[in-house]
């Protein structure tokens, strides 16, 4: 292989975690910046800013002609947001590697105040993520929660001209950009649990192509593929995509596998959560017995209607 061909995204956050797995695949055999190419590819949810990615369509406009440039061997590996990663990809592809995962907290950055709770009544809080909007919700019901879509830096200047007095994005997001200094405060993992698979790199690739799965296997992090295994499992069972408001993380220490799931009603009047914890070589089963005990919980007509 002459140049190995990473298929990212076009924007900053995107870019940087092309150029970290790029960094980490040189460190770890020794190659030259001259071996790889990023090439970018448009999506469409990076073009559609005018309505909410629930009503386009879903997770999968992150993704979509970046797998089809995959499949048609116009790049080697994709590089993904995992949280961004619909639960079912197209046959012939496979998540085979995960970057070690980053801060997984959302961070709020607030203009009229430093925390969520200190905002006055009725500020307005911009998010596009209908997790995060239903948890804004729960903890602050009078607060009017607006529509922000657009990349961090996009969203930062809605901010900054006083679209809402404040927001909330990933922690891990901010980082590595270098941003972590806009953080006005970070969420508490129990009150304000993250996306599944928020804050870790996927790296998805051509099933059966040895050459690139093995260069992918010195930088794997064995600990985060176990995690988001369960999380994306849990994902999975709950048929979860950007139209339900669900939240899984998982972490493992010691070989051993601690998982905290949340469904919750796009009003946050309304959830259900669940924990599990057992060996991290279970973690894919761990996460679809959690879906299968918090829809018990929940009844099956909890969905109905916001699915």
Same mark, same amino acid.
């Given at each position: 292989m002459q140049t190995l061909k990473i298929g990212t995204r076009g924007s900053p956050l995107a870019l940087a975690q092309a150029h970290e797995t790029q960094a980490r695949l040189m460190a770890a055999h020794g190659m030259p910046a001259e071996a790889f190419e990023v090439v970018v590819i448009s999506t469409s949810g990076d073009r559609i800013q005018d309505r909410p990615l629930s009503e386009a369509g879903g997770k999968g406009l992150f993704?979509?002609?970046?797998?089809?440039?995959?499949? @048609?061997g116009a790049i080697d590996i994709a590089v993904h947001s995992s949280k961004d990663m619909p639960t079912v990809l197209p046959g012939g592809l496979?998540?085979? @590697?995960?970057?070690?995962r980053e801060d997984a $907290?959302?961070?709020?950055?607030g203009k009229a105040a430093k925390r969520i709770i200190d905002l006055p009544q009725g500020a307005k809080?911009?998010?596009?993520?209908? $997790? $995060?909007?239903a948890l804004i919700r729960r903890m602050r019901p009078d607060l009017d929660v607006v529509m922000f879509r657009g990349n961090v830096q996009t969203r930062l200047r809605k901010l900054e001209e006083g679209v809402a007095e404040g927001t909330i994005l990933a922690h891990a997001g901010l980082k590595r950009l270098g941003l972590g200094h806009v953080v006005t405060d970070l969420m508490p993992l129990d009150a304000f649990p993250p996306a599944p698979g928020q804050g870790a790199i996927g790296i998805e690739t051509r099933i059966g192509d040895g050459v690139v799965e093995q260069m992918l296997t010195a930088i794997h992090d064995v600990p985060t593929g176990q995690a988001l295994a369960c999380e994306r499992a849990f994902l999975a069972a709950l048929d979860g995509s950007c139209r339900t408001p669900i939240a899984g993380y998982a972490t493992i220490a010691d070989g051993k596998l601690t998982f905290a799931g949340l469904i919750i009603s796009p009003d946050g009047t309304q959830s259900h959560e669940v924990k599990a914890e057992g060996p991290a070589q279970d973690a894919a089963r761990i996460g679809t017995d959690a879906a299968r005990t918090v829809r018990a919980k929940a009844g099956e007509n909890f969905f109905d209607g916001w699915v």
């Amino acid at each position: 292989m002459q140049t190995l061909k990473i298929g990212t995204r076009g924007s900053p956050l995107a870019l940087a975690q092309a150029h970290e797995t790029q960094a980490r695949l040189m460190a770890a055999h020794g190659m030259p910046a001259e071996a790889f190419e990023v090439v970018v590819i448009s999506t469409s949810g990076d073009r559609i800013q005018d309505r909410p990615l629930s009503e386009a369509g879903g997770k999968g406009l992150f993704t979509k002609e970046i797998e089809e440039a995959l499949l @048609a061997g116009a790049i080697d590996i994709a590089v993904h947001s995992s949280k961004d990663m619909p639960t079912v990809l197209p046959g012939g592809l496979e998540l085979s @590697a995960f970057l070690p995962r980053e801060d997984a $907290r959302d961070a709020f950055i607030g203009k009229a105040a430093k925390r969520i709770i200190d905002l006055p009544q009725g500020a307005k809080v911009g998010s596009s993520s209908l $997790r $995060r909007q239903a948890l804004i919700r729960r903890m602050r019901p009078d607060l009017d929660v607006v529509m922000f879509r657009g990349n961090v830096q996009t969203r930062l200047r809605k901010l900054e001209e006083g679209v809402a007095e404040g927001t909330i994005l990933a922690h891990a997001g901010l980082k590595r950009l270098g941003l972590g200094h806009v953080v006005t405060d970070l969420m508490p993992l129990d009150a304000f649990p993250p996306a599944p698979g928020q804050g870790a790199i996927g790296i998805e690739t051509r099933i059966g192509d040895g050459v690139v799965e093995q260069m992918l296997t010195a930088i794997h992090d064995v600990p985060t593929g176990q995690a988001l295994a369960c999380e994306r499992a849990f994902l999975a069972a709950l048929d979860g995509s950007c139209r339900t408001p669900i939240a899984g993380y998982a972490t493992i220490a010691d070989g051993k596998l601690t998982f905290a799931g949340l469904i919750i009603s796009p009003d946050g009047t309304q959830s259900h959560e669940v924990k599990a914890e057992g060996p991290a070589q279970d973690a894919a089963r761990i996460g679809t017995d959690a879906a299968r005990t918090v829809r018990a919980k929940a009844g099956e007509n909890f969905f109905d209607g916001w699915v």
